[in-house]
């Protein structure tokens, strides 16, 4: 049986955005996209994730969708939506989409038809409930940006519930003809030609029906967003969302080669578990991904217990990695210095190429793209402005990609782009790194190539050597070869000492006399042997 494509598939996210502008209006769209997939067909990655370019009053971006099955004009059409997927497959990159599930825009029609009283054949697709007899809410959720998680709604007299902005009214899971509705909308993108979609907040689906409260969380200083002073088990998590993952894998399988990715929003090690628990086996999610490795921890430990609690909970599940996307700090920011970021960008991609299951990248991170300084009168991302400026919400990742330093707006627009371009992301322009061997956007060609050619970087069993921080070493072992990815996660210099017959293969940056491995700071190496050097340090 052929192994599926997914299974080791590297995904590059494009934010449509903040892309390519082909109009002039300052906003990337789909045509913009279809004109760059060179470049990113070049990377050797296998598939792109698009970001939701459906109809929406863009509340929050896109993710509040009022029509599932149409495209925002600010991105264009169907024919170029189309003319997109058709380019794409041309270069041998599948095409995911983005799948806004759990809530809707509250001017999606649905919604609006559910709100007009509490007999309407839509009256149940959203989550009413009464107020309590004092006139609060039903409970003591609390919604992610701020405030209560739920809305007085003047004409029904009730409560609807919204896990995030008062205009995105989450969807009930529990009552079938919602679900068949959203089938509906999956399978309308499957006949079009896409190879798949990314689930968001695939864990929140399900809520429980009791309304119970949610407890406290264990913090010892109170969080700045309150909602993490909450451990969310009655609002999120639930046991039946395995039962509507069940409906979404029925359906993607009817077509062949298509797949699911999902995005899990927990906490702590519980996010890593439930990414497990959603795709053990091959009756639900293909794989799916949280924020584990999207946090400022970059220790070996951290990334060594995020992969085996993953292994533990799922041996036979597929994970999805990545260290940067649309919603985090980009991590060459969060975990490097203040002038090594050419340095942790080339790390990373060798670092996240041998981790097992899929990899995320997120646009603009093979450029080593800095994270952007966003000014109050700058900001875009109106969702969070509740917590500004101790969280400056997400635009700082977010901002255009530089293509050409030598262009207007680095050559994303030739307007006035929604989101400036200022000169420290214009100066990693992808024109100035075609020509530098030793650029962020060539190691991540050389790291992914590396990948692509080690049968044991795809499909191998995963083992740890152990060493202290801050050394990482991760063994990949298939059809008797190992390959071993050792590296030094700190800004100091470090050394190793291996027994065994293991030569130096791939991309690296280390020295290596004898049984002595020198790691420069940000430095690594692969090893091949037939079974697993010993390490020390």
Not at 33 to 59: C, K, M, N, Q, Y
Not at 219 to 233: K, L, M, R, S, V
Not at 448 to 466: C, I, N, V, Y
Request: hydrophobic residues 35%; contains cysteine.
């Amino acid at each position: 049986m052929m192994r599926e494509w997914w299974r080791d598939a590297v995904i590059y996210q494009i934010y449509p955005r903040s892309f390519q502008d082909t109009t002039g209006n300052g906003m990337g769209d789909l045509a913009g996209i279809t004109s760059r997939l060179e470049h990113v067909a070049s990377l050797g990655v296998d598939a792109i994730w698009l970001s939701p370019f459906f109809t929406s009053p863009d509340r929050d971006m896109g993710y509040d969708v009022s029509d599932y099955t149409g495209i925002s004009e600010l991105y264009g059409d169907m024919a170029d939506f189309d003319a997109l997927i058709a380019r794409a497959h041309a270069l041998g990159l599948r095409v995911i989409i983005d799948q806004v599930l759990s809530h809707s825009s509250d001017q999606h029609p649905w919604f609006t038809e559910s709100r007009a009283s509490r007999d309407n054949p839509k009256s149940d697709w959203y989550i009413w409930a009464d107020p309590k007899p004092d006139g609060t809410p039903p409970n003591n959720w609390i919604a992610i940006f701020g405030g209560s998680a739920w809305q007085f709604d003047p004409i029904r007299r009730q409560y609807y519930m919204h896990n995030f902005l008062t205009s995105q009214p989450d969807l009930n899971f529990h009552n079938p003809e919602t679900v068949a509705a959203l089938l509906d909308t999956m399978r309308f993108w499957l006949e079009r030609g896409v190879d798949g979609f990314r689930l968001d907040t695939v864990n929140f689906y399900v809520h429980d029906d009791q309304l119970r409260d949610n407890p406290a969380s264990d913090w010892t200083d109170f969080p700045g967003n309150p909602y993490e002073a909450q451990n969310h088990i009655h609002s999120k998590s639930q046991p039946h969302n395995l039962n509507v993952l069940r409906q979404m894998r029925a359906l993607t399988d009817e077509y062949e080669g298509r797949m699911m990715v999902g995005e899990v929003g927990e906490m702590g090690d519980r996010q890593v578990e439930i990414m497990g628990e959603y795709t053990d086996g091959d009756d639900k999610l293909h794989m799916a991904y949280s924020f584990a490795m999207l946090s400022h921890d970059n220790s070996a430990a951290h990334f060594r217990r995020c992969i085996e609690t993953f292994l533990k909970a799922a041996p036979n599940g597929t994970p999805s990695w990545s260290f940067s996307n649309h919603d985090v700090e980009r991590h060459v920011t969060r975990w490097a210095g203040k002038d090594d970021h050419a340095a942790v960008a080339a790390q990373s991609i060798a670092m996240l190429s041998s981790f097992p299951g899929s990899l995320g990248l997120f646009q603009g991170e093979e450029l080593g793209q800095t994270q952007t300084d966003i000014l109050f009168e700058e900001l875009q991302d109106t969702a969070n402005i509740a917590f500004w400026p101790d969280y400056k919400g997400r635009d700082g990742c977010r901002t255009p990609m530089v293509w050409d330093a030598a262009a207007p707006n680095a050559g994303f627009s030739d307007g006035t782009p929604w989101l400036p371009v200022k000169a420290p992301q214009a100066a990693n322009a992808a024109s100035g790194q075609e020509a530098r061997n030793d650029s962020p956007l060539h190691h991540y060609r050389a790291a992914l190539s590396q990948r692509k050619s080690e049968p044991a970087l795809r499909m191998g069993t995963t083992t740890f050597a152990d060493l202290p921080e801050p050394l990482l070493a991760i063994h990949r072992t298939h059809a008797g070869e190992t390959i071993t990815a050792l590296f030094n996660l700190s800004p100091k210099p470090q050394s190793v000492t291996f027994a065994g017959q293991a030569a130096a293969t791939g991309p690296q940056l280390a020295t290596i006399a004898g049984d002595k491995i020198a790691l420069p700071p940000r430095g690594y190496v692969f090893l091949k042997s037939k079974t697993a050097p010993t390490l020390t340090a």
